[in-house]
């Protein structure tokens, strides 16, 4: 079964990268990205889009995917 989870942008590491970046590294591999929210607003999930301390990422993969 899948798991969705949210999750906020806080770490430094994260914020002002962009999704294409973010899907690159190891830790991503397994999880996709159902939506981006940015305060009320969706967000395009283009490659391009960076993501800002705040932002709400919606995730959806195996159990232990989302958990890493």
């Known amino acids: 079964p899948l798991k969705t989870v949210a999750v906020v942008v ?4 994260v914020n002002g990268t962009t999704l294409g970046a973010l899907a ?3 830790k991503a591999r397994g ?3 159902e ?3 940015r305060c009320t607003q969706l967000m395009s999930r283009e490659p391009w ?3 800002q301390r705040g932002d709400i990422l919606r995730i959806v ?3 232990d995917d989302v958990q890493r």
């Open 61 to 63: 993969g195996a159990p």
């Open 35 to 37: 939506s981006l929210q």
């Open 10 to 13: 806080t770490s430094a590491d």
């Open 24 to 26: 690159r590294d190891a």
């Open 31 to 33: 999880v996709y990205v």
């Open 49 to 51: 889009t960076i993501l």
